[in-house]
């Protein structure tokens, strides 16, 4: 007699309407061995529990959308697959999915993100040109090498999975965090922007990179391969002499006036 092998899928429910706290469901699906974690979900969402609630959207790790903490670490739901959590891969035949960490909960899986998505805008994440072109007529050439100096940059998909592992952000929400700090790079290094003087005063403030403890789980997690701890390291060093400049300035700034008045 063959029977299917099924797996034991535990999923956080928040009903804010009707739950005064978070529960876990628990739910037994049939397992396919080309079955992501987002099918998994939607298979309970049609044979199940039409009212689960969770985002997704492209199926195709692009859109960023569908970011769950899957067994305890913060995951793409369409890029990890549930044969990777059966015993004969190390795992126990059981799974837990619930909302990204470190973001309050909207409903079920959703996070509220809206404190991550408000940072990016923050940062000022386009173009700036000292003289805008309203007609749209100039060109802003750039060679292979100089697009080579943030293409890892411009990656991201700002799925909010290195918010989710970063323990900063968790005691602190006030930091800047990973993506934020690593998408102000990617503008800073573009050859073609000028809004580099914008940006760096949060970049330097005590909530941007200084506020980083580098235990680098921002890039563990990244799906896409950005490294947002190496980005936001390497703006230390760009702070440092930003602060250097700027305190050099202000200093014979001063000299000169202490010469004027004499």
């Keep these: 007699m063959n029977t299917q092998l099924l797996v034991n899928v535990s999923v956080m429910r928040y009903r804010p309407e009707q739950d005064d706290e978070p529960w876990l469901q628990h739910f037994d699906v049939p397992f396919r061995n080309d079955m992501s974690i987002l099918d998994t979900l939607h298979y309970?969402?049609?044979?199940c529990d039409s009212t689960l609630a969770y985002r997704w959207s492209c199926r195709m790790a692009i859109c960023g959308s569908c970011g769950f903490m899957i067994n305890g670490e913060p995951k793409l739901g369409c890029k990890t697959f549930l044969r990777d959590y059966l015993s004969a891969n190390?795992?126990?035949n059981s799974v837990r999915i619930e909302p990204l960490a470190h973001f309050p909960i909207e409903r079920d899986l959703i996070a509220r993100i809206d404190d991550f998505v408000e940072k990016l805008e923050a940062i000022k994440p386009y173009i700036i040109r000292d003289q805008e072109d309203t007609a749209l007529t100039s060109?802003?050439?750039q060679t292979p090498q100089q697009m080579a100096k943030y293409h890892d940059l411009s990656m991201c998909i700002n799925c909010g999975l290195c918010y989710a592992a970063c323990p900063q952000y968790g005691l602190n929400n006030?930091?800047?965090g990973p993506a934020a700090?690593?998408?102000l790079q990617r503008y800073n290094k573009d050859n073609r922007d000028q809004g580099r003087a914008q940006r760096m005063p949060m970049l330097n403030a005590e909530q941007g990179v200084w506020?980083?403890?580098f235990v680098g789980e921002c890039s563990e997690v990244c799906p896409k391969g950005?490294?947002?701890a190496r980005a936001i390291n390497t703006s230390k060093l760009e702070s440092t002499v930003d602060y250097g400049v700027n305190l050099i300035h202000w200093l014979r700034k001063d000299d000169a006036g202490q010469e004027g008045g004499r």
């Design 226 to 228: 950005v490294d947002p």
């Design 174 to 176: 006030a930091f800047f």
């Design 44 to 47: 309970i969402k049609d044979e």
């Design 211 to 213: 506020a980083c403890t």
């Design 90 to 92: 190390g795992g126990d």
């Design 181 to 183: 700090l690593a998408l």
């Design 139 to 141: 060109v802003y050439p």
